[in-house]
């Protein structure tokens, strides 16, 4: 028996309902504007609510070369939301233009790999 692949690591993947996921980042329902079950915005209205709320951290992954097995910014990313979470701490994470890689003729599919994927891509 070997390893799953990455894509069946990300079917076998169970997806919260964005709901719950806006839940736990203080959004309620009717500030999160739905695509499918799974993917939202979040709505001005909330937007401008906590205009007025302290600022909380940020780190920003601009830059890397990405390892052989093509490990780079979307898996850091990743990991780095996961392991946050995990200490206590409310965190989300926002990956832009994730898909630079193959424009460049580098790995990367920009949805990370084995069990730190972005799911649904």
């Not at 309620?28 to 937007?47: C, M, R, T, W």
């Not at 007025?52 to 830059?63: C, E, H, P, R, S």
Request: hydrophobic letters at 35%; glycine letters at 16%; one cysteine or more.
């Amino acid at each position: 028996m070997g390893y799953k692949s990455d894509i069946e690591i990300a079917r076998e993947a169970v997806k919260r309902p964005i709901q719950e996921i806006g839940a736990k980042l203080g959004i309620n329902s009717e500030h999160l504007l739905p695509y499918g079950h799974d993917k939202a915005k979040v709505s001005q209205g909330f937007i401008d609510s906590v205009q007025g709320n302290a600022d909380g951290k940020l780190i920003l992954v601009t830059a890397i070369n990405p390892t052989p097995a093509g490990e780079g910014k979307t898996t850091t990313t990743v990991g780095l939301g996961d392991g946050l979470n995990r200490i206590g701490k409310k965190t989300s994470v926002c990956i832009r233009e994730a898909s630079l890689g193959p424009c460049f003729g580098m790995k990367g599919g920009a949805a990370g790999g084995g069990y730190a994927q972005v799911v649904p891509m």
